[in-house]
């Protein structure tokens, strides 16, 4: 496999470690940002996220010289055959795309496409079904207008949409279950794919609507897995069940399989939540009423503070009262704080009452971010710990909600008398309940 010239536009979580893997796999790649401050420290070999085994990778590639970084469009563009586009696609209030990063990427590449170029522009980042078509037409226009004759053939659109999973992003790239490439050219289709020869990965080529929509319908489909298993274990606690049985006798059929069927508190992150609202915007848009997805995210909402209902139940009057909470991050091994479970327990914990200790392991410097008007509205109510044992001390309550593996291996002799919500069924009630007034997500 030759070497083949690769712009990444984008340095986070996505663009980062897809561009640190082309590198290590031989290409060379450049990394566009427009964060100044976030691009120096990159060519230092600082990594501004948390993300296990990408600072081995991205070491490498900077040392084999396969990768550097930059804020000049003009650079990356001219000195690059293949354009990734990895920036953000976050939800807007009516649950839509907000596609405004995704169109300024578009507007300078136009801006610095000539007569005698041939540029793939691939989306890494979700976009709506139809952004691909849409974006052909657009460039190929903006093109026309700066006096390039005949626009259409010095570009071409191609969707390969990610399928990383954050805090085991590196590993996803490196040995993905598929790689998918949408295009309305097969052949260009082939260079993008040609990309990942070196993985020998399971290949699917198909039109840019439909790569487009496997996207979004694979994150739907796991966030309704999720929703699906809480829902039962609400029902499970009613009739005197244990959803942890239930999903192991569930997850034996191969037609159903085990992953995402562990009740807790609810899905966050950067991904689930959006996709599911953008497919349920992008169905009405064409006429459907897609009533399951509607339902995916209401009861994902619901489930969020089920901890702090089950934590009522025990202690009604939380004024004056301590609670320590461990986990802020929306899952292990990240750091990211989007749309974390997290976020409404502490909320609502403050809101009645409560003085909040909260522990994470790597995620407390972006919960500052996130709680930073709660932190000046609550003075000295909201106070993020060093450690899991600081934030216990002569707190009245536990909830956990991130299941880190720290968490794993605790001496509740030393909680003793306390109330324990496990919001993410992550210890053995026998066990919690020789020392400590234990609840659990759908478990007698």
Known sequence: MSEKRIAVIGTGYVGLVSGACFAYLGHKVIGLDIDAEKIEKLKNGEIPIYEPGLDRILNQAIESGNIEFTTDYAYAVKNSDFIFIAVGTPSKIDGSADLSYVKTAYDRIAELIDENDFKVIVNKSTVPVGTGRWAKKYIANLLKERGIKNPEERFEIVSNPEFLREGKAVEDFMNPDRVVVGADNRDVAGMVASLYEKLQPAMLITDLPTAEMIKYASNAFLATKISFINEIANVCEKVGADVTVVARGMGLDHRISPYFLNAGCGFGGSCFPKDVKA???????????????????????????KPVEKLLKHIPDLKGKTIAVWGLAFKPETDDMREAPSIPIIKKLLELGATVKAYDPVAIPNAKAVFEQELKAYKGKLQFTETKEEAVQDADALLLVTEWNEFKDVNFDKLRGKVVIDGRNLWEPSIVRQFCKYESIGRP
Do not use: F, H
């Not at 497919?279 to 969020?304: F, H, M, W």
């Open 279 to 305: 497919l349920i915007y992008t169905a009405k848009e064409v006429g459907e009423e897609p009533e399951l997805l509607n339902s995916v995210i209401d009861v994902n909402e619901r489930q969020k503070l």
